[in-house]
């Protein structure tokens, strides 16, 4: 194989995971989860994240088959943008003033298999008109990012490791107790993670009386 063909060769694995803001994250849950029964399969608390005006937020990921994920972040404090009774084009668009942050919550990740693949893709953006902006190392994978032409953020990602099944129950733990908070008043992270603890020493209690824990749509109507 020459080196030319190489530089070209098509190394893409198809998405990784599209991500969105939600203002109604109890909503979503209830779309994605219960009605299409999309498992929750991972998601990330984070105390601010970079500049120091950046809110805590949750990061929430749902299974939508052939390793594929759809994911959303919820912002602690923060009001819808636009209105939320017009479906569709009043969210698609953000008005003048919009955080950075919550536009670049808006991207899409494609899955490259190595991290000879990731650094190839991070070679040809460099060389571009579009340079790769930053390359972090999260929880799980590695990640380089960049605008496109249009404006929107591309991630191009590769997994460090497999998710655990441990941080799949995790993941359900923290959406439940991300339901219960969003739904009160003034909802934030550490509220989050005291329901989460909550909903912890509940189920082991559970688990040693040898009750059935029961499933998020039966914990409702308990």
């Known amino acids: 194989m020459t080196d030319a063909s190489i530089q070209t060769e098509h190394r893409v694995k198809g998405v990784d995971h599209a991500a969105f ?13 219960d009605t299409l029964k999309f498992p929750v399969v991972h998601s990330i608390c984070a105390a601010g994240w970079g500049p120091d005006d950046h809110p805590d937020f949750i990061h929430f990921f749902f299974d939508i088959g052939s390793g594929d994920r759809i994911a959303f972040f919820y912002y602690f404090g923060h009001e819808p943008v636009g209105n939320p009774d017009a ?10 003033g ?5 536009a670049n919550s808006r991207h899409l990740a494609i899955h490259v298999d190595s991290e000879e693949d990731l650094l190839e893709y991070r070679r040809r953006l460099d060389e571009s008109r579009w340079p790769c902006e930053m390359q972090v190392m999260h929880e799980t994978i590695e990640s380089i990012y960049t605008h496109d032409p249009n404006g929107y953020m591309i991630e191009i990602t590769r997994a ?3 998710v655990t099944p441990q941080e799949d129950l995790d993941a ?20 989050l993670l005291t329901r989460k603890a909550e909903l912890i020493v509940e189920r082991a209690a559970r688990w040693e009386a040898g009750r059935p ?6 914990a409702v109507t308990e």
């Open 21 to 33: 803001p939600t203002f109604d994250p109890a909503a979503t849950v209830r779309f994605y989860r």
């Open 87 to 96: 479906r569709g084009d009043a969210w698609a668009r953000l008005p003048e």
């Open 98 to 102: 919009t955080p950075e942050f919550f």
């Open 160 to 162: 460090l490791r497999p």
């Open 172 to 191: 359900e733990l923290t959406i439940d107790a991300l339901c219960d908070v969003a739904a009160g008043p003034e909802p934030s992270l550490d509220k």
């Open 213 to 218: 824990v029961p499933t998020p749509t039966e």
